[in-house]
């Protein structure tokens, strides 16, 4: 065996044992936040979730697109869920339960304050009162039945004849668990915006954290959490037992007698899609930056258009990715034929290989005047295609990350043919055990097996790789979404007919 040939084998298992290794489950025992947290009851109508309670005294929000469960027992939203993008089964998409958003805590104190609802309030607003210490407290919450986002007040009073003294406020913001299982929360991005500059980092790992900044962030696949404030404040971040905790620390300040202290917070909860939220949210930096980014938002644009159409998101994605391949076919035409003319001239080019191997210069010049005589561009076979890389980059970036970093919302829950009940998953017909047996990955290494040896192929290096490269693909697509590996099949597809067309048709 080759040298060259030991090289790509090796290369081929090292990437196959690191990428199955890495989705394989963790090994580590960890709690599912929302479904498996340990329960420790206070009382008959009191559950401990870690280091704060939720009681039976609820109230709701709802406004057609969301529905928020606030428990009086702090003032803190616990559960939020969608009313759109549910899959199959689901009664409405969960963002989270058992959680704590907007609960208030002073620094030191054990025990959450018991909030009252305040009767006869506008339509559209929410509003809990408590007391502490000769401190009145009142949260103002203001929602609108078209939008994710809300604007919250919090007030506090004092009542007393004397300035009172607040340690510290520390303002909850969220929670989600940190579960390798669940790929909907497998990758979570927390940013801070602090005088227009932004800071991203990984919270994957053990880490407690505090930035300044009047803006701050959390992206999962599907969800975000946005919050904004006029002043710059303390933004904090820990993980904790698998679970990622962020929130707000506002240092000790005093209240004067008769006087008030006010904090407005605006508040977005909702899809992690630049197309839903980029009316709330004005900062496009929350959802990426650069040319791909940017060319994946303009084909999705398209996608949607074409959706309108064809209100089959699998249709849409096929309709697309073949009226691409139409566009490019002149450059893929131009870019297989050079390829098979160099091709045909292999014979010359190793022949002046071997007369001219102890120069280089020489050897460079003889292959230009052969390429000339014959009239090929040696780069005829590659700039076509560099060409269509952004295009091809774009429309991954656009089913993959919705333009984010993380899937589609649009394709959850939303179906295709036979047994492709959702696109934002796996197209799973059957396990063997504890392995999917998914559908289209496997028509993916075929169609692409296939088109790689309907390429012409300049050396022996080239042809192992038409073997290696469609099962580095496989493994790495094994488990993506059925919507994006659905592009990827018809553009195989596609991509087979044009070589079948050029090389047997055109050459007639």
């Known amino acids: 065996m080759k040298e060259e040939t030991r090289i790509f084998i090796a290369f081929a298992l090292s990437l196959a044992v690191i990428v199955l290794f890495s989705m394989m489950p963790s090994w580590h025992n960890k709690k599912d936040f929302q479904s498996q947290g340990p329960k420790y009851p206070a009382s008959d109508d009191i559950e401990k979730i870690d280091n704060f309670q939720i009681s039976e005294k ?43 958003t907007l609960l208030d805590l002073v620094n030191g104190e054990t025990q959450q304050l018991v909030y009252q609802k305040i009767e006869n309030v506008t339509e559209n607003s929410l509003v809990l009162s408590a ?10 919450l203001q929602f609108s039945p078209s939008k994710y986002s809300m604007n919250v007040f919090i ?11 607040i340690p510290g406020l520390t303002l909850s913001l969220g929670s989600v668990p940190l579960d390798r299982k669940n790929p909907e929360d497998a990758s979570i991005e927390f940013m801070v915006v602090n005088n227009g500059k932004p800071t991203k980092f990984n919270v994957a790992r053990q880490m407690k954290e505090k930035f ?70 004005k900062d496009i930096r929350i959802f990426g930056t650069g040319f791909f980014v940017s060319m ?23 309709v697309l990715t073949i009226l691409i391949k139409l566009i490019f076919f002149p450059l893929t035409r131009s870019s297989l034929r050079s390829m098979k003319q160099i091709q045909k001239l292999r014979p010359y080019l190793q022949d002046i290989q071997k007369k001219y191997k102890d120069n280089p210069q020489l050897m460079q010049k003889e292959m230009m005047n052969l390429y000339k005589t014959y009239k090929i561009n040696p780069f005829g076979g590659c700039l076509p295609m560099l060409v269509q890389i952004p295009i091809f980059v774009g429309f991954f970036l656009a089913l993959r990350t919705s333009l984010c ?41 075929i169609t692409s097996f296939l088109q790689q040896r309907l390429t012409p192929a300049v050396d022996q290096s080239q042809k192992i790789m038409n073997v290696v490269l469609p099962l580095m693909m496989l493994v790495l697509f094994y488990n993506f979404s059925s919507g994006l ?6 553009m195989n597809i596609a991509g087979l007919v044009e070589q079948y067309y050029i090389y047997k048709i055109a050459k007639r």
């Open 131 to 140: 007391k502490r210490n000769g401190v009145e407290i009142e949260k103002l």
């Open 212 to 281: 300044s900044g009047t803006t701050c962030s959390v992206r999962t696949r599907y969800q975000m959490y946005y919050f904004k404030t006029e002043q710059p404040v303390e933004f904090y971040v820990e993980s904790k037992s698998s679970i990622i905790n962020w929130g707000i620390h506002i240092q000790s300040f005093e209240i004067d007698k008769s006087q008030e202290w006010k904090f407005p917070l605006t508040m977005y909860i909702g899809p992690s899609d630049y197309f839903i939220a980029k009316n709330e949210i």
């Open 405 to 445: 970093l993380r899937g589609s919302i649009y394709l959850r829950g939303s179906g295709f043919i036979l047994w492709i009940k959702d696109l934002s998953l796996p197209d799973t017909v059957a396990r063997i055990g504890s392995i999917p047996i998914n559908i289209l990955p496997v028509l993916m290494f």
């Open 155 to 165: 007030k506090l009073k004092n009542s007393t004849d004397k300035t009172v003294s």
């Open 485 to 490: 590996l659905l592009y990827w099949v018809t």
């Open 296 to 318: 994946g938002r303009f084909i999705f644009y398209i996608l949607s258009s074409i959706h309108k159409v064809i209100p089959n998101w699998g249709f849409a994605i096929i």
């Open 58 to 100: 609820k109230t709701e929000i709802k406004n057609g697109l969301y529905t928020a469960e606030i428990d009086l027992l702090g003032g803190k939203i616990v559960s939020f869920s969608l009313e759109r993008y549910t899959r199959p089964g689901e009664k409405s998409f969960i963002f989270f339960q058992r959680g704590n």
